[in-house]
């Protein structure tokens, strides 16, 4: 079956420290992953797209790898801070017609001062 | 959220009754979706539309419909709402299948069905 895991449920990490968070996929081939920050009662708000041929994207703090091999992106924040607190979903947009996007179940990451 | 409106944002409701949420945008966006939100299962897709009049299941579909008359305009029908309906629902917008701009979401409605 078709499966979009994010590993961690919830990650705590001190102020100043890079989080990483993963996203790992199974019988998918997806065009592109994106990933999304979610505050409490709000609607997730896009971050960062990586497309299929892309091994790496930048945004400020952010960074995004895809590995195609290992059906897998990883997500970075570096200098993390406090504010960074939020649930992050990935997304993966399935390499087939316009299929929308299938989202994870979110990390909920906590940045402790 | 900036373009994109979603009502009611809170509404109980009682088991067998029809319920409507209406998503609106000003982005003259051409597709649009409802997911919902629920614990554990993360984010959901019911239904979308690439179009007015066009419109495509998703994968939790049963006990929902769809319209789209207007291209600012997605409404989500509950046809007799079960308490297994309890969700925060969200609408989404895009300009392309393939944005690379991502979806814009609403800032949700938490419907509970008593």
């Known amino acids: 079956s078709q499966k979009i895991e994010q590993n961690s449920e919830a990650l705590n990490i001190q102020e100043g420290k890079t989080a990483t968070l993963t996203c790992n996929y199974t019988?998918?081939?997806?065009?592109?992953l994106q990933w999304y920050r979610q505050d409490p009662g709000r609607g997730p708000v896009f971050l960062l797209l990586?497309?299929?041929?892309?091994k790496e994207k930048r945004k400020e703090r952010l960074k995004v790898t895809f590995d195609t091999t290992l059906k897998q992106s990883l997500f970075h924040i570096t200098a993390s801070q406090p504010a960074d607190s939020a649930t992050y979903l990935c997304?993966?947009?399935?390499?087939?017609?316009?299929?929308?996007?299938?989202f994870g179940k979110g990390t909920r990451l906590s940045v402790i001062a | 959220d900036a373009g994109i409106t979603q009502s009611p944002r809170h509404k109980v409701t009682e088991t067998g009754t029809p319920v409507t949420l209406r998503c609106h945008q000003t982005?003259?966006?051409?597709?649009m979706y409802w997911y919902r939100q629920d614990p554990g299962h993360g984010l959901r897709l019911i239904h979308y539309?690439?179009?007015?009049?066009?419109?495509d299941k998703g994968e939790v579909s049963d006990g929902y419909s769809v319209s789209r008359s207007k291209t600012e305009d997605f409404l989500l029908t509950l046809e007799s709402a079960t308490s297994s309906q309890t969700s925060v629902y969200f609408c989404?917008?895009?300009?392309?299948?393939?944005?690379?701009?991502?979806?814009?979401f609403g800032s949700g409605t938490r419907l509970t069905v008593v």
């Open positions: 989404a917008i895009s300009e392309s299948s393939g944005s690379d701009n991502g979806y814009t």
């Open positions: 019988n998918y081939s997806p065009a592109y």
């Open positions: 990586i497309r299929e041929n892309e």
């Open positions: 997304a993966l947009r399935p390499n087939s017609g316009n299929t929308p996007l299938v």
């Open positions: 982005e003259n966006h051409r597709y």
């Open positions: 539309s690439y179009g007015v009049k066009d419109t």
